[in-house]
């Protein structure tokens, strides 16, 4: 929850003390990125990591999932038209994303479709955002950026494939190194560095935790 000023909830604190009440623990991860409350893949699928949409096993939850998450709330903030409700459900994303019948396998062969090759992306996202959007040519520049970061197409260097990701699966620090590069992406469209300071202070407090002196908790948890 995010604080407002003369909240007793907060004791006063805004958004500019980078603090907040953090509500539902139960549906917190640990910082191994692990969860003894709930299901390891809940979520909502329409935003959801494609890869937790698969029935196959990943190592652990990564803020990598987490930004893929944040692109989809991205691309349909672009896509929502808040005018007229049939035009949007007539767009691809929501015709996909907002019928009931759906399953999760839907949804993980839709985003698949739509963002392992740029064309279909085009297609089916871009073409589709409302004009403030798909005018912004700085706004589409990072869009395009990030689908680039978080779904490379590895057939376009077969050999680089074979040799770094044949037969691996994703690994929980190459999930959070895209993190970062968005970040990088995000920062720079919105032209300032807070995302990347933010990662990097970060960075630092979870060195300073991990120091003899002042040791990390057990069951110490993040949101």
Known sequence: MVPIPDSILTGGLTYQD????????????????????????????????PVLLKDTQIPRRTLGHDMESFFAVIIWVATLDYQDETRFLAKP???????????????????????????????????????????????????????????????????????????????????????????????????ETKGCDEMQWIDSQALARHTPESPVQEGSRVN
């Open 93 to 191: 994303l929501a015709r996909n994303l907002c019928d009931i019948n759906k399953t999760a396998e839907d949804i993980l062969h839709a985003k698949d479709s739509w963002f392992n090759t740029i064309s279909n992306f085009k297609e089916n996202i871009i073409n589709h955002f409302e004009l403030s959007y798909y005018q912004d040519k700085a706004f589409l520049r990072c869009i395009f950026m990030l689908r680039e970061i978080l779904y490379p197409n590895p057939a376009s260097d077969i050999e680089a494939f074979l040799k770094k990701n044949y037969g691996k699966g994703e690994t929980g620090d190459a999930k959070e190194d895209l993190f970062r590069k968005c970040m990088l992406e995000i920062d720079n469209y919105l032209q």
């Open 18 to 49: 980078r603090r907040g009440t953090i509500i539902d623990w139960n549906l917190c991860f640990n910082v191994k990125g692990e969860s003894s409350s709930r299901n390891f893949k809940s979520g909502t699928p329409a935003f959801m990591a």
